[in-house]
């Protein structure tokens, strides 16, 4: 990545709980935090496929309750070709997406060159693969997307810190 990160893409699945989870975090931090490091920063998601065509209930909430966003008109996406070569960064929420998106998408110069784990772009410790949150019990679904949003946090942090390096 030699040029600053404008674009930034969280995929996961199926586009309707950790991926709209760590984009509307990344949009609150945005909002709320780092408007003017951020002000030409833009955060999307998208999934392989996306069954609910919304974000799950629990996400909503979780974004409503912990970041003050509202969710309730989130219309998830399945990712393109066109949205891909869009994007500076792409973080991925486990290692069998960014294995899919190899495979998916092996026409997309240097797409694997802006794609990595969210987890791993955060530099966090330990387990990097977020497990799917869906069926899962509340106090499940609520801890996983927490470790989202520490990985979007750190990722957020990090991404300022490169765009500031490339001044």
Known sequence: MSNKIKNVLFICFGNTARSPAA???AKALKRDK???ELKNVD?????????????QPETKKYLK????IDFSDFKGKIMDE?????????????SRHLKRLRRK???????????????DYAEEEGEHDIEDP?????????????????GVIKSVQRIIKTNLDKN
């Open 43 to 55: 955060f999307d998601s998208a999934g392989f496929f996306n069954v609910y065509k919304t974000a």
């Open 82 to 94: 066109n949205l891909l070569k869009n994007q500076d960064l792409i973080l991925a929420m486990q």
């Open 134 to 150: 869906v069926n899962l019990s509340v106090e499940e679904y609520e801890h996983l997307i927490s470790i989202v949003e520490q």
């Open 34 to 36: 780092y408007s003017e």
């Open 105 to 119: 998408f092996k026409n997309i110069n240097g797409l694997m060159e802006r794609a990595y784990l969210l987890l």
């Open 65 to 68: 309750e912990h970041w003050n």
């Open 23 to 25: 984009e509307g975090i």
